[in-house]
Structures are given as structure tokens and as C-alpha cells.
């Protein structure tokens, strides 16, 4: 699995920053842990669960690789 690029956590708090209409260093900060909002922790909260339901999504309509067998619901590091 790709981790996640810090480049790809700035898009995350530039899109919440802009719904928001406050500053991605302002959301960065909030999600840092570094100062409170109450908004912007629950608009990072639901874009983090928009991307893992989409990443979720993309995971089971891979093909498998040869010889390999995926369940839909059990990632490969789950069943160990």
C-alpha cells in the first residue's frame, strides 16, 4: 500500500481550508494539534472518511495479481 505523501496531506488541508474559507497553514495547525477548532477537526474528519471510502472502493475493483486471492472485505495484512 502507498503511504501517504506529505504533498498529498497539503491538498487534503487546502480542501478543507477552501470550504471552510480559512487558510490551509491554519487547518494544517488545527490538524497538528497545535490549536482547536471544533469545525475544521470535523470537516478533516469527513474528508479523511471520504478517502478511505474511496481508496476502500478503488482496493476491491483491482484485479488480483496472479496467484494471489483477495477478499473484498479482508485486506492482505488483515489476514495474517
Do not use: C, N, W
Not at 488541508?13 to 487558510?23: D, H
Not at 469545525?39 to 469527513?46: F, K, P, S, W
Amino acid at each position: 500500500m502507498q503511504t501517504v505523501r506529505k504533498s498529498d496531506r497539503h491538498v487534503t488541508f487546502a480542501k478543507v481550508a477552501t470550504q471552510l474559507g480559512l487558510e490551509p497553514s491554519y487547518v494544517q495547525r488545527v490538524a497538528a494539534g497545535e490549536v482547536e477548532s471544533r469545525e475544521v477537526d470535523d470537516a478533516l474528519r469527513t474528508e479523511v472518511d471520504s478517502l478511505t471510502r474511496s481508496f476502500l472502493e478503488m482496493r476491491t475493483q483491482e484485479t488480483p495479481r496472479k496467484g494471489e486471492r483477495r477478499s473484498p472485505l479482508i485486506s492482505k495484512h488483515q489476514k495474517d
